[in-house]
């Protein structure tokens, strides 16, 4: 049996990369679909595309944030250098303006180097497909602490969802086992009510038939219960066969409380209205639950 993979999950890895030491960390949380962000050094910008599309083609879902970190200086990397003709440019408009305004003005060479254009990055040699194969695995090995982490995660939901929706099961065969109690009463009643009816001068068989269609209407709820068994037995199909089963899950909870509220409606005593209170706020928490699952 395998297990769901809840989509909160962390994983870390380090490596080389052309003679410098590279740190990749991912974090993922819950969200619908599946959204990747990449932090690169600059040094990296060429490989955000095959990143962002490695990691979407191992999680379904999620949303992902992967920092990959640089220490020390990989070999053929791009290097600073100093435009001096338009720090000379900048230099002089700070002059024109002193003559201007009348006063001094300290020329900072940490405000000229800010300038733009001022520091220019000459691009070292690139070997992007290289540069790819080397950080890939070292990638891999984070992502894949992160899904351990996510089925360990999801082994621990997937234990408390079966035993919420064992719980819900009881909760349900208590609801149609006290409304068939309640049908037995509900009918002695409904039978002197047609005794009644049918005592009158002028018996009103259109009356009676609508008394016997809302009695049917009205109280029996097998129909809802025996679609919302249906359910439950696929929501534990699922959690058993495991993968990216979070939508699936949901549209199943999502089906179970409309069957449990129609079945609510129908409901004779306190009782039935109780237990269906009950296995409302059951379902809710397993909808809850559900949304860290991918």
Request: hydrophobic content about 40%; proline content about 4%; aromatic content about 6%.
């Amino acid at each position: 049996m395998s297990f769901p993979r809840s989509m909160t999950g962390f994983g870390r890895a380090e490596g080389e990369w052309r003679g410098a030491r590279v740190t990749v960390e991912i974090r993922s949380l819950n969200h619908r679909f599946i959204d990747v962000r990449v932090r690169l050094p600059h040094d990296m910008s060429a490989l955000e595309l095959p990143v962002v599309e490695y990691i979407r083609s191992r999680l379904a879902r999620g949303r992902v944030e992967a920092l990959v970190t640089v220490t020390g200086a990989p070999e053929g990397r791009a290097l600073p250098s100093l435009n001096l003709p338009v720090a000379r440019r900048y230099i002089s408009f700070l002059r024109q303006l002193q003559e201007e305004l009348g006063q001094s003005l300290e020329t900072d060479p940490v405000l000229i180097l800010n300038m733009r254009d001022v520091i220019l990055w000459e691009e070292g040699s690139r070997d992007t497909e290289a540069d790819w194969e080397a950080l890939k695995p070292i990638l891999e090995k984070a992502l894949q602490e992160l899904i351990e982490a996510g089925y360990a995660e999801g082994e621990r939901l997937s234990a408390d969802l079966k035993q919420r929706i064992e719980h819900l099961g009881s909760l349900t065969a208590e609801i149609k086992g006290a409304q068939s109690n309640d049908l037995g009463a509900y009918q002695e009643r409904l039978g002197e009510r047609v005794k009644e009816l049918m005592a009158r001068p002028d018996p009103d068989p259109v009356r009676l038939a609508q008394e016997v269609a809302y009695f049917a209407e009205r109280c029996d709820c097998t129909e809802e219960m025996v679609r919302f068994q249906a359910h439950r037995e696929r929501f534990i199909e699922l959690l058993d066969r495991g993968g990216p089963i979070g939508r699936s899950l949901d549209f199943l909870t999502q089906e179970m409380g409309r069957e449990v509220n129609t079945a609510a409606s129908k409901a004779l005593s306190a009782a039935v209205s109780h237990a269906a209170v009950e296995a409302k706020s059951e379902i809710e928490k397993i909808r809850e639950q559900i949304q860290n699952l991918e």
